[in-house]
Structures are given as C-alpha cells and as structure tokens.
DNA sequence: TTCTTGACAAATAATGATTATTATATAATA
DNA sequence: TATTATATAATAATCATTATTTGTCAAGAA
C-alpha cells in the first residue's frame, strides 16, 4: 500500500514528509522550499537532512534538479520530459508538456553525441506583468 | 578606433584586459576562467573587478549570463541569440546557431508573456566519449 | 534478548562562489 | 591641471551547498 516501497532506501519519516511535499508539487521549490514545508511538521529537521534526501531521490531518478535559476537549485517531482517557462522578475516556473522536435545539424553538433534537451522559455508572469502597472 | 568607445563607462586598462579576453572566445568562461587569464597581464588585479566588469557588461547587453552550470556562473560574449549544447561530464558547451520556432499555445502558457527561450541541448563531447571508452 | 552493524539524523563546521565594504587610485572632463 | 565621479584592490561578509562528526535507531546474528 505504501508508493514509495520501491525506492530501496530507508523510509524515515522525515525522508516521507519530503516526498509527501514534493508529490504533486508543481511550484519547482529550492531546498529552502522544501526545508521551511517539512520543518513545520519536524522542528528538529536540519538543511543537511534535505539536501541529502533530495541528492538521494535525484540519484533514484525521482526528482530533477534544475539550473534554471542562477540563485539556487529547484527541484522537480515531475520526471517526466518537459519544459520550462520562468518568469524573469519573480523566477517563477510553469511546466510546458509539449513535444518540440529539435534536431541538431552534424555539422553544428561537433562530434557531441546528444542525449536529450531542455528548452526555457522566459517572460513575464500575470502577476509581475500586473506589478509593473 | 576604440571599438570599446561606445561603452559609456570608463574604460580602465583591467576592463580592456577582460574585454580582449572575452572578444571572440567561445568557452563560455566562468569568472574564474576569466581571472585567470586577465591576472597573467594585471597580476593585481582582483576576483571583485572581474565581477564588477562582468556585472557592468552584462548591464549593457555585451555580455549574456549562462545559468547552464549548476556549479558556477557562465558568461557568453556571443549576445545574438543562439542555443547550446553541454557535456554532462565535463560541462564543455558548444554553440548552436540554428533557428527553431517553438510556440507555446495559450492555454499552456498561464497568462505569461514570452519574451525568449533558449534551448539546453544535453550530450557528451568527444573528449569524455573517448575517456570512457 | 542482547550485541553488532550499518545507515540515518542533527548539529556543526567547512567550502566555494558571489557580493558588499572601504580606503585609495585613476579616468574623464571642464 | 584640478575636479569629481567612478574604479580598483584588499578584505570581509554572505549565502547556498557540502562535508564531518557524533549520537541514534533499526534489523539481523548470536
């Protein structure tokens, strides 16, 4: 009954308060994020504690790291392939699931061999469009 | 014939240095990249010019900011716009200057307002192909 | 049940990139 | 050349992240 058996690590409570944040979280949080949500529930919890919980779930595959904000990391429950769209003024992230076909010319590819990509996109959201008057 | 003359701000023999060393370089520097070189010529100088000179480039659109690299800040003197493509071993990036249209439908957009995107192009380079045999 | 072992959590220290501060030096301009 | 604003260098401070250390707990072996 439990939906992270199969992780094949140990199940700790506070290792369960962060996948219960995450699951279906899409606000792309920082370890910040996820350090404030899952204190209020476990005083004690360090930022140690999270930064090694998600390093383990990324090495599982469970969450995505991005390095989309130059600040800090954020972190993506959804591991399935998709885009970004980030506000510039307040680095907020939307999900963007449409398939784009992007091939590279050998030529411009300089022997790399691809693997996959990720496409930002940038703008302005409602709310700091708003903001600007 | 100062092809820096249209800069608007002073322009200081460290400022040239980092100006010449970014002039056509297609690495991709971080700032220590960029320090490195430029201390051989000003032995004095210091990691908070380099800063300041790139923060002041950037400013004045000479100078894009890469958030590619978990690890460091990128900079890219190439401003026109283009994509990239990164090895995920040794994080060597390669410009690509194709065009693609990619257009996101409204619904999908949440109200933002597009301004831009760039397209991350994840692989591994020839170098890291051959250390791993 | 008790012992042993290994993984985990918490606290804390350390690191590394970046930014801020401040006193001095220098470029641009009158 | 003198003035003035801005830049430099040195240094300290900050912030996110990683490493270390010590104590704790859980699961299996004796």
């Given at each position: 009954m439990n939906k992270y058996k199969d992780l094949g690590f140990k199940l700790t409570p506070q290792r369960l308060a962060v996948l219960n944040y995450l699951e279906?979280?899409?606000?792309?949080?920082s370890a910040e994020d996820v350090y404030k949500n899952v204190s209020k529930k476990?005083?004690?919890?360090s930022f140690a504690t999270v930064y090694s919980t998600l390093e383990a779930l990324k090495k599982k595959g469970k969450v995505l790291e991005l390095t989309i904000d130059p600040a800090r990391k954020r972190f993506d429950p959804n591991t399935e392939p998709h885009h970004h769209l980030i506000c510039?003024?307040?680095r907020s992230i939307v999900d963007i699931h449409r398939k784009y076909s992007l091939d590279i010319p050998a030529n411009e590819a300089g022997g790399f061999e691809i693997a996959g990509n990720h496409i930002e996109f940038y703008g302005i959201c409602p709310k700091c469009k708003k903001k600007d008057l």
């Open positions: 279906g979280n899409r606000s792309h949080p476990y005083p004690t919890m510039v003024k307040c």
